[in-house]
């Protein structure tokens, strides 16, 4: 446990497995790492098997190479700043699917997947929309627990 950093220890519950540390809920890293990829991830593959002809309609061509790797397995930008802007491109990412997932004519039922519950969690509280903008929040603008 002493080899974690501060800040995640107070965020999440990390597990101990084969092959280091993983996290029980959504977050990677530290928070000024790569927070949104794992629950894009997870989103995509549960979507994949209970709607692949829905997926389909409405993937990126980039998302496939940004969430075919789990993170262990991804190399992140180097520096604080381009971790940052690599978490907005995921945040634009999980906003356009958050907004196709409420979309007329989306099929209701995907809602109520939980993995996306889990990603619009995640993105209530590490992206804000300033001026039309995804802006990745500053550690003080953070939502308390309750207001997620």
Known sequence: MNSLPTSSRSVVNPLRLPGGWHWSVCYNFARDGLIGKQP???????????????LKGQL????????????????????KQAREDYAVVIGKDGASFLSAISAAEAPAWLAEIPALETVRRVWVQNFSWEQGELRWRAATNVPAAGGR
């Open 40 to 54: 894009m991830r997870s989103v995509l593959n549960s979507l994949a098997g209970a709607a692949p002809e829905w």
């Open 60 to 79: 990126q061509a980039d998302w496939v190479d940004r969430y075919q790797y789990r993170i262990e397995d991804y190399r992140l930008p180097v520096g």
